[in-house]
């Protein structure tokens, strides 16, 4: 296995590490959760300290050489072509990062001038003093590099995140500058790659929610393609699994992207995000994040959360109150949703903002049954909901919806309803990877429930 500690793309509050396996990718399931239920039972729940680490000399640790990074940069020089035009002025930042030293001797070694460095951002720091994300695709994060673009009077930006495994680069643009799509920097690579080589064992890979123009190049060159789920670490996955293959490029595009016609940012990985009940600090980086895109956005909120709280976080992600756009989605727990939720009402409704109250009653009333398995009390779903209900028709408030995990199938992942699903019976069809569900029995049982506080007036 391989380790590295990385700083990578994202808040500085989420810093660690990554694995590799020993075919040199990044881990995937099942070995993540492998491992990760190795640490539980030897850390027995408690975080790491320094002293369960390993002696700096222990056996089984290999440290990364200087020969290592030589040869990388050798081998990364040696696909510049020498015909090619090097009179390039760049501007270049490594946000924060550790691409600087490798980036700076490559392009030297291959007939570069060397970049012009960001000064502000040139030296590797965890706390990312100058952006809230050091992810080079994200609004802003460009402005230091741009600027001094300007003043060198440079041809090209370029710019890595902390652990330099993403790119970005500007080109000029009139007054300005460009921003090249991820897609747009994956097909000019691409077509390097493949109009300087030879071989139809030669494979190409992006992921599904990157351009096709990488499978038209394939074609158009007669090598292969493939295209895979989300991340770097299933990019490499294809040429793994048949070895006739040489994988000579692959990369993905970003999933937030600048609409073209109004300017504005999308999240493009789903039409609404939402945040979750230990990420919604209003000065954390997540609504940091949510606020400067323009999707439909939600919220959870949880017992804990205080009118003040909810205030702040409804005026960071629709401070222009625009109907429709924030949805905040309570998870109370059966036993706190009639009294901690209606003081959240009242302020939300006497502030006037627009939003939509949902209903999770799930994720509150999740526990670990006496057999190990997490699991949920019908009867507990079937309160928060009543209780929700009964909230909305106090305050005169209107509830929007109800938000549920259930199947069509006949599981045994939560406890009680008309199937009167007893501890002993989890085992039976507990087939969940993640969180327990309502069967289609249950589920049926709370959609007649459902109906009947309708019926009822409680709307």
Known sequence: AGIMV???HNPRPDNGIKVYWSDAAQIVPPVDTDISAQLDAILDGALPTDDDLADEDHPLLDRGSA??????????????????????????????GVGRNVLVDTLTLAGFAPPHVVAEQAEPDGSFPTVEFPNPEVPGALDLALALADDVDADLVLANDPDADRLAVAIPAGD?????????IGGLLAEHVLAGGSGDDRLVATTVVSSRLLSAQAAHHGVRYADTLTGFKWI??????????RMVFGYEEALTRRDSLTGDWYDCSAHMLWIGERTRQPDGAHVEFLRGIHNPLGCKVGPTATADEVLALCEALNPDRTPGRLTLITRMGATKVVDGLPPLLEAVRDAGHPVVWVCDPMHANTFTADDGRKTRHFDDVLAEVSGFFAAHRFVGTIPGGVHLELTGDDVTECLGGGAE??????????????????????????????????????R
């Open 6 to 8: 990385t700083a990578s």
């Open 67 to 96: 020969g290592d990074v030589e040869a990388y940069v050798a081998a990364a020089a040696g696909l510049s072509d020498v015909d090619a035009p090097h009179d390039l002025t760049i501007a270049y930042t490594p946000l924060h």
């Open 176 to 184: 300005g500058w460009r921003p090249l799509t991820g897609d747009e």
């Open 236 to 245: 490499v996955r294809p040429a793994l699994a048949d070895p006739s293959a």
């Open 421 to 458: 699903v007893a501890t002993a019976d989890l085992a039976q069809r507990y087939e969940t990877m993640c969180d327990p569900r309502l069967n289609g029995q249950q589920s049926i049982d709370l959609a007649f429930r459902l109906a009947e506080l309708l019926r009822n007036g409680h």
